[in-house]
Every structure is written in C-alpha cells, then in structure tokens.
C-alpha cells in the first residue's frame, strides 16, 4: 500500500482527526480551479470562434487569393486577363488548393426615386461557391447564372434593401459611367445579410457576362481568378507558390499575372484578429496563475492545519520528502477534480452555445449576431496539460514549509 497516497486521501475525504479546515479549503480551492478552467475553455473557444467565424465571412466574398493582372491597379475598374484552362488546372493540383473560379468588378449607381446609392457589381460565373451565401440569405432565392443566356438577376443586402427601400423581386435600376452612361435594369433575386457594414454598404452580386459586356471585353476575358484554400493559414505558403506559378504565365497579349491575398486586401480587420491571440494567451496566463496561487494558500492552509500530523510523522522516522508527498498528493487530487469539473461545465455551455445560441450580440459591434465558439480538441488536450503541469509544479515550493516544521515544536503547537 502507498502510505502517502492513503493519507492524502485521508485528509481529502476528512477522515483525519483534529481540527476541520481541510474540507472547506479543499472545496474552495477545487471550486477555483474549476471556474478558471471554464473561464479558460470559454476564453479560448470565444477567441478562435470568432476569429474563424469573421475570416470565413471576409473569404465568402473574396477568397484566399486573387490572380489578377499585373498592372497595381487599385480601383475596381480592373484591366481584364485571359481565360486560360491550363493554367487553371496547373492551380489545381497545388495541395491545399480547394476551389478555383472567375469573377469581375464593376463600380456603378443604383439610381430609385427617391434615393441614389454607389456600389460595386461583382460578377460571378457557373463556378461560384454560394455556399457562403446560403447561411447568410434572408429573403429570396440565390439566381442560376450557368443558364445559355445572361441573367439579370442579382443579390443585394439587407443594408441597401433597407437604404434604398427595396425588395425581392423589385427592379433595380443602375448605371455605370464609362465614355458614356450605360445602364442596366437589374431584378432583385434574394437578400444577404452578413452584418459587415464594410461589404454590406456596396457589394451586389450579379452574372459576370453583364460585367464583360459593360467593359466591352471579349467572352474569354474575365478581370481574374479567386483561389480558396483548405485552411486559412495555408495563405502565406500557397501564396507564394501561385505568385511563382502566376509569375511564369504569359498571355497571348503579353500580359503578366500577379496575386494578392485576403490579408494584404483587408488588414485592418484581420490585424485586428490577431489581436485576440494575444488578449486569449493573457487571459490564459491570469487565469492559471491566479488558480496557482489559490492552490498555493489552500495548501499552506492545509499544512498549518496538519502541523502536529507532520510532527508525528516526523516522529516515526517518516523523511521530509515522503511527507511532501502527502500534500502533493492532496494538492493533485483538488486539481485534477478541478480540471475535470472545468471541462465537464465548459463543454457542456460549448455545446449549448453552439446548439441553441444563447448568448446574443449586437452585430453593429461584433459583425455576429451570436456568441461564436469553437474548440479545437488538439488544444484543449493541450490547455489541459500546461494547467496540471503549471498548477503541480506552483505546488512543489509550498510543500518546502513541510522540511520547517521540527517534531518538538509541531506535537507542542496542536
């Protein structure tokens, strides 16, 4: 039998005679290493939550990365690229590259009665992904734009609906300044919402072959090519391969390719993602250092209450490293039953958050109308592991006091 491991649980379960500290100290230390543990899983789950939530919903709209052509054009009136199915296959087979399709911008004015109203007209082609857009509709039907003909159908948001009092199956009517005025008589397919002021103030989705026709570009023309990825920190590596791939490709114009990302497109918004990393480690780091010291006062608590105990074993011939390891003991079961009430009641809110939606915020502050969560079980294996490696190893200094305490003075002090 291990001694050691017997009285430990001795005192845990307040089996041992004398005085009766032991069990409320050991309920309020557990209970502080379960609130922090919550308070951690949450933290974490919130902090990369809403960091993967926000970049799919800068991505839905622009991808990863963009092929376009190499003239450092800044404005949405973009000089067109060729069409070109072998280099889009030489994408293709990248690794991590997951889909490849056209699109075109065009900036324009939505003219009504009563209001008038600039947008950019993004045009995309048969190879869209509305998977997106598909969470995020709130009236109507996304439009079938792989039809023989060119569909006047498009997809505004709710933010314009609202703006210029419209609604689905409206006329919309637009024009866009070139040489001359050319204006198209849009109809109002479905309604998006993705609480992004950014995107939701300008952005209409349209066929694409409306957007060749306004340039007056030929059909194989297109103003370049979104590269969406497996993952998103795929960006700097791939980016870099298709930089290179795209730098090698000439047209038959004698035109050069180059490619930007989502990162250089939209810094503030994800430099400010990352921005949480930072917040979620500090948040990390006060919390178990806070739950440390809560064990390290519990602890000594412990000690002080069980002096005459350590004389007496002292006593007997028990070593001061054997009598350690009594409260090492204690102190790993308050913590592991700590840690495992923590995940069980920070899971448990996870699955509710996740299911029901219970925690709300304001989207005209966050850009979500929900608290977002997500865990990734690769760090919460690793949170749970630092937590008892930090929390034991805080232990260790404490128990020191055990190797001060002299049998005459211990038996005498009860």
Do not use: C
């Not at 949405?76 to 296959?89: A, H, L, M």
């Not at 497996?230 to 730098?247: G, K, P």
């Not at 994800?270 to 006060?286: F, Y």
């Amino acid at each position: 039998m291990n001694l050691n491991l017997y009285i430990a649980n001795k005192i845990r379960k307040g089996e041992v005679t004398g005085k009766k500290l032991a069990g409320p100290v050991i309920k309020v230390a557990t209970l502080g290493i379960t609130i922090g543990m919550v308070v951690m899983i949450l933290s974490l789950a919130i902090g990369t939550g809403f960091k993967k939530e926000i970049r799919n919903k800068i991505v839905g709209f622009s991808s990863h990365i963009q092929i376009i052509n190499y003239d450092y054009n800044s404005s949405f009136e973009t000089n067109p690229i060729d069409r070109d199915s072998v280099f889009v296959n030489q994408l293709k087979v990248l690794p991590g590259v997951k889909r490849i399709q056209e699109y075109a911008t065009k900036p324009g004015l939505i003219k009504t009665k009563d209001d008038i109203q600039g947008i950019i007209i993004k045009g995309v082609g048969k190879d869209f992904d509305w998977e997106y857009f598909k969470d995020i509709i709130t009236d109507g039907e996304i439009p079938d734009y792989k039809g023989m003909n060119t569909s006047n159908q498009v997809i505004i948001s709710k933010t314009l609906a609202q703006l210029l009092k419209l609604k689905v199956g409206d006329k919309m009517p637009t024009y866009f300044f070139q040489d001359k005025i050319r204006a198209r008589n849009f109809q109002i397919s479905a309604i998006y919402d993705s609480h992004l002021p950014e995107f939701d103030k300008v952005y209409i989705f349209a066929d694409i072959r409306h957007i060749i026709k306004l340039n007056n570009w030929n059909d194989n023309q297109i103003a370049g090519y979104e590269i969406t990825l497996e993952h998103f920190n795929q960006i700097n590596d791939l980016s870099r391969d298709i930089d290179i791939l795209a730098a090698t490709h000439i047209s038959s114009d004698g035109g050069l390719l180059r490619t930007t990302t989502i990162a250089q497109q939209q810094p503030q918004i994800l430099g400010w993602l990352d921005m949480l990393d930072m917040n979620v480690t500090v948040i990390l780091i006060l919390i178990v250092l806070v739950a440390g010291f809560n064990m390290i006062s519990g602890l000594l608590i412990i000690i002080l209450e069980r002096t005459s105990m350590i004389g007496i074993l002292k006593a007997l011939g028990k070593q001061n490293w054997n009598i350690r390891k009594v409260f090492l003991y204690l102190a790993s079961f308050i913590i592991l039953k700590g840690i495992l009430w923590g995940n069980i009641i920070g899971i448990a809110i996870y699955f509710i958050q996740n299911t029901f939606g219970v925690l709300s915020l304001n989207p005209e502050n966050y850009y979500l109308d929900t608290v977002p969560m997500y865990l990734n079980p690769l760090h919460l294996v690793y949170l749970n592991i630092s937590t008892i490696i930090i929390s034991f190893v805080m232990m260790i200094g404490p128990s020191y006091l055990i190797t001060k305490i002299t049998p005459v003075e211990a038996i005498r002090f009860d």
